[in-house]
């Protein structure tokens, strides 16, 4: 684990650092075809594309340029999905958000409830202004938990992405500090 890696903890919720032994895991979430419809890889197939996958969150995390937290239950620490920053642009205050879940915990609001902690921690402790999400047009369920958190759909990025060999429409959706202040209780919440 890393010198320093921040945990976010929420009601039903552990967001923690990824390490390799959360490769078998993360490798039986990645590599079901309905969780990588719209994720922009292959479907997993080997524990190594895991291991790749953790090599990428602690490359993003070194460079600065993002940061991915595991998903866990608080009363179990298997990682069952993963949310994060990705592409963060340090003097331009803005990072884009990326999440994916096990199909085993669909409908039950974890998702939302990572978002929700990842968005707030964003915007308090990394100095964020803007928060963005790109989202493939056929990704109804993504484009209403977005919406959910106050997301404003900005327009389409046409052909923006070459992946699993096509290339793909993007939906621009963004959050900005302003407008997340405003939905916040005012209630002593950091």
């Known amino acids: 684990m890393s010198n320093y ?49 953790i090599a990428w969150y602690k490359s993003i995390l070194n460079e600065k340029s993002g940061i991915r937290w595991g998903i866990t ?4 620490d298997d990682i069952i999905g993963s949310c994060g920053f990705l592409n963060r642009v340090h003097n331009h205050c803005r990072a ?4 994916e879940l ?8 974890i998702a939302n409830e990572a978002l ?3 968005i707030k921690y964003g915007f308090t ?3 964020l202004r803007r928060i963005e999400a790109l989202i493939e047009p056929a990704n109804a369920a993504s484009q209403k938990l977005i919406k959910k958190n106050g997301f404003i759909k900005e327009g389409l990025l ?10 793909d429409d993007l ?20």
């Open 102 to 109: 096990s199909k085993d915990y669909w409908g039950n609001g």
């Open 5 to 53: 890696f921040p945990i976010i903890k929420t009601k039903r919720l552990i967001l923690r650092e990824i390490v390799a032994e959360d490769a078998g895991n993360i490798l039986k979430y990645l590599s079901d075809k309905e969780v990588m419809k719209h994720y922009g890889l292959e479907p997993f197939t080997t524990v190594e594309d895991a291991s790749n996958e």
């Open 96 to 99: 884009e958000i990326g999440y």
């Open 116 to 118: 929700e902690a990842v």
């Open 171 to 190: 939906y621009m959706y963004s959050l900005l500090k302003q407008d997340f202040d405003r939905l916040q209780p005012h209630e002593g919440n950091i």
């Open 73 to 76: 239950l608080k009363e179990q």
């Open 158 to 167: 046409r052909s923006y992405e070459f992946t699993c060999g096509k290339f």
């Open 125 to 127: 402790h990394f100095n």
